[in-house]
């Protein structure tokens, strides 16, 4: 008994850390899943949802919902870069739901800062707003990289909505951050769009000074794509100074190096400024050549943004199907689920009823062992009683054997008779033996054919016959 309990223990033992040796392998597994995802987003849309929807299936199984906030949180980011944004809004409230309930702060500000891009997207500028305000609050502990995105991501909003000081000041706000960080791209981004707000509120001289940082940051750097933004906004802004010379200079510097690294939309902006100025200048024939090819650059453009757009219908499409594949594998895992979890309990309940009934068979087999010495006990001590009563009587058997004959049915042979005495002396068949020079079986052979022959079962019964016959 001691043994199977043991055995049934160590089972238990063994089977319950292995499954937690298997969860924490799954749990990797779901990690791996997310960063990989995550690292294609913009690369592999396609392949970061198969990514994403297989770790979230995974982490829903095994409930871990920070994995489950972190997988919602990458699906919106995939909706929103292909359009999908009602899709990327459910995405980011569940993202923002999970983290609540794990009373995270900072995934909280995370998701309502998803919720805040989508709807700058779709031009609900002020519900925008209100997600990255809220985004600011729960950014719990504070974290230097997140609220430099989040007050940059408030003055583009502000821009958006012509409301220039606002977004200056949130510009300025995130610029002191990134100093701070010491991120030089970010920090020439940065810089460049308090350009464009001093541009756009006609104080075009400062703003050429803020480009020239941002073109000092960028030389430094090595970033080209910056240099070619920078020469094309200072060459814009000295045309609006009507500064016609210095336009041509930085406007040409910046076509240069556009055509040097591909980049249409800065040549696009370098030839609409080139144009412009040689216009004023009354060089008509070089105005059109740049006319000409800003017209170019616009088509390719435009052609790009059309590839882009259908591009992302196809990808929309594909992550609609792919979802729909998710959601009829999850019903069928449901399904497995349900089915291995009957199977489970059938299994528990079929074991449940063989233990106890092993265990009422031991008990059974046990309570009977006892049962039989109590009652194999209780014979003797009241074989031992009788037999006492009748010695103490002074049962003997003294007569002569055809005497004793005489008195019985059956005829008692010698050998058998001298045996009858013998054994209502109370003495043992060995030592009966021993007196008769038999084996004990021989001893027990007569003593059998002794009992038959006077109609009792035991020596008590002899007993009791002798002394009937002789009182």
Do not use: C
């Amino acid at each position: 008994m001691k043994k199977l309990l043991l055995l049934l223990f160590l089972t238990f033992n063994y089977n319950f850390f292995q499954a937690q040796s298997v969860d924490y392998m799954m749990v990797d597994s779901v990690n791996f899943l997310l960063d990989r995802s995550i690292s294609l987003v913009y690369k592999d849309p396609k392949l970061s949802y198969e990514l994403v929807s297989s770790a979230l299936l995974m982490a829903k199984t095994l409930e871990l919902k920070r994995e489950q906030s972190t997988a919602y949180n990458v699906l919106g980011n995939l909706a929103n870069a292909t359009g999908d944004y009602i899709r990327a809004l459910d995405y980011f409230l569940k993202y923002y739901k999970l983290a609540n309930a794990m009373q995270i702060p900072r995934e909280m500000s995370k998701a309502s800062n998803g919720l805040g891009l989508v709807y700058k997207n779709i031009g609900d500028y002020e519900k925008s707003l209100s997600q990255y305000k809220k985004a600011l609050e729960l950014n719990v502990p504070y974290d230097t990289v997140l609220a430099s995105k989040y007050y940059n991501n408030i003055g583009v909003v502000y821009k958006n909505m012509d409301q220039y000081d606002s977004a200056q000041y949130f510009f300025g706000l995130s610029l002191e951050l990134k100093k701070i960080l010491g991120d030089q791209r970010s920090v020439a981004n940065t810089i460049t769009n308090i350009g464009n707000i001093l541009a756009l509120k006609d104080d075009s001289r400062s703003a050429i000074e803020l480009f020239k940082q941002a073109l000092a940051l960028e030389t430094e750097a090595g970033l080209n794509e910056g240099i070619a933004k920078s020469y094309n906004n200072m060459s814009l802004a000295y045309l609006n100074l009507k500064e016609i010379d210095s336009a041509i200079i930085f406007a040409s510097k910046g076509l240069a190096i556009s055509r040097e690294i591909n980049t249409k939309l800065q040549m696009k902006e370098a030839a609409e400024v080139l144009s412009k100025a040689y216009a004023a200048r009354g060089k008509f024939e070089q105005a059109y050549h740049y006319q000409e090819l800003s017209y170019q650059m616009k088509d390719s453009l435009t052609n790009e943004e059309m590839a882009r757009s259908v591009g992302r219908y196809e990808a929309r499409l594909e992550l609609e199907m792919k979802e729909n594949e998710n959601r009829m594998l999850r019903n069928e895992n449901q399904i497995k689920d349900l089915e291995l979890i009957q199977s489970r309990q059938r299994f528990f309940l079929i074991l449940s009823l063989t233990l106890l009934l092993l265990a009422g068979l031991i008990f059974l087999l046990v309570f009977f062992r006892l049962r039989r010495k109590l009652l194999v006990a209780e014979i003797d001590e009241l074989r031992a009683k009788i037999n006492s009563n009748l010695v103490l009587a002074g049962v003997t058997l003294d007569v002569s054997l055809e005497v004793f004959n005489n008195k019985v049915h059956n005829a008692l042979t010698e050998r058998e008779y001298e045996i009858l005495k013998l054994a209502i002396s109370q003495k043992p068949n060995s030592q009966i033996a021993k007196e008769v020079f038999v084996s004990v079986n021989t001893v027990k052979f007569h003593l059998k054919n002794i009992f038959n022959k006077l109609g009792v079962a035991n020596r008590v019964e002899a007993l009791e016959l002798v002394a009937q016959k002789h009182s």
